[in-house]
């Protein structure tokens, strides 16, 4: 085989001991150009991390500061209210209200006073329905809440208190749906 390889580069006129130092040579530039291609891979990778992390930063940096949300509150603010649904006069309704707020619900007991979140108010503020009442013309139609109650505000300790109470007496104050 070395016959051949002589016989071929001596049509060329390329001694052999030229011929094996430019393969060394080749074989060398080829190791440094995958060398150099695999260090701008490396240092490219690097650059788009350091960018993207500048970027990030900046990013939060100019998002508002976000509140530690406490457990406790279920997320919702802390603004509480001391809360009355009225009994029913139909005998078909429940003893409780079911009111739902974000995947959390709350079953009321009619003619009970309990301390909710003010959500929960609210919540029972847009539930409204149309009743029939007559009128001179005749019957007419007219919005009211569908579950009737009073409200006061209420302050965190009172909500606490009554948290607490309904957890000696085993009650859950709220549930997930």
Known sequence: METQAH???TAFSIPVDVEARLRAQAEVAAAAQVDEQ????KYTAEAVARRE???????EASLPAAEVQDLDSLGFPKKYVKLTIFKST???????VPVGVNGFVWRIRRGEAVVVHSVVAD???????????????????????????QASPAT????????????????????TA
Do not use: C
Request: glycine residues 6%; negative net charge; without cysteine.
């Open 53 to 59: 992390a500048e970027l990030r930063e900046d990013a």
């Open 156 to 175: 965190e300790e009172e909500y606490l208190a009554f948290k607490a109470q309904m957890a000696a007496e085993g009650k859950r104050v709220v549930t």
């Open 38 to 41: 695999t260090l701008l891979a």
């Open 123 to 149: 919540a029972l503020n847009n539930a409204i329905t149309e009743v029939v009442l007559q009128a001179e013309g005749g019957l007419i139609t007219q919005p009211a809440h569908r579950f009737p109650y």
């Open 90 to 96: 139909s005998k078909q309704d429940l003893s409780y």
């Open 7 to 9: 016989q071929g580069n």
